[in-house]
């Protein structure tokens, strides 16, 4: 079974300059989150969808951040215009959701942002 | 709010044995997982409890007790592998399935 899959693995821009980026998760997982994790600490939910709806975005910060889920599949994550302080790694889960093992998340292998 | 407090750094001899206590304030509780994330990967599952008690596979185990807003991570027979941090994260609204992390607990083990 393949796993999340996650593009580019690192990317490095100027601030103001915009990004996105790209998640295809687990086949059959109805459920994809998207987390920010800065170093050293623990990775901060930023937009949780449960097919093509979301289900919570919370903590993602609306008017630089944006995310769709087309198709209920993969998904896009970007940032425009972006901060020195959004220099993390951007993490994407997905899981069965549902009444299923949605506490049991799978996570790619991450994004790493530098902004400059 | 919500809260998770776990110590910040574990050091631990090869072959022994370790505890790695969490304790949480949150709305909504159904569960706790924890994961383990290696320096540079991304963090992997390795067990939930819905229910007080003791959570056993292989070499971990994981403890719950929903009174004391309190979970414990018991490691045994401690390999080098095992250096890494390590997350408890409590499950929020049934309907959402989120989790919450925090900072963690970098463990590392020593020869």
């Known amino acids: 079974e393949a796993g999340v899959a996650q593009s580019p693995r690192y990317k490095i821009i100027e601030k103001r300059q915009s990004v996105a980026f790209w998640c295809n998760p687990i086949s059959g997982h109805a459920t994809l989150y998207w987390y920010q994790q800065i170093l050293g600490q623990g990775p901060k939910l930023l937009i949780q969808f449960q097919n093509n709806g979301v289900v919570d975005d919370s903590q993602l910060p609306k008017d630089r951040f944006s995310a769709e889920r087309l198709k209920g599949v993969d998904s896009t994550l970007k940032i425009q215009p972006a901060k020195l302080e959004d220099s993390a790694v951007y993490l994407c889960?997905?899981?069965?959701?549902?009444?299923?093992?949605?506490?049991?998340?799978?996570f790619g292998p991450g994004t790493r942002l530098t902004v400059l | 709010g919500q809260s998770l407090e776990q110590p910040s750094e574990v050091t631990a001899v090869e072959g022994a044995i370790v505890q790695i206590n969490c304790t949480y304030q949150?709305?909504?509780?159904?569960?706790l997982s924890w994961y383990q994330q290696h320096d540079g990967g991304a963090p992997t599952f390795l067990s939930y409890n819905a229910l007080d008690g003791l959570e056993e596979t292989g070499r971990f185990s994981s403890f719950l007790s929903r009174s004391d807003s309190y979970g414990y991570l018991l490691l045994q027979e401690l390999q080098m592998k095992d250096s890494a941090s390590y997350f408890c994260a409590p499950r929020r609204q049934a309907g959402a399935n989120n989790l919450f992390f925090g900072t963690g607990t970098r463990l590392t083990v020593i020869p």
């Open positions: 949150t709305s909504g509780f159904y569960g």
């Open positions: 889960a997905s899981s069965l959701g549902g009444s299923g093992r949605a506490f049991e998340q799978f």
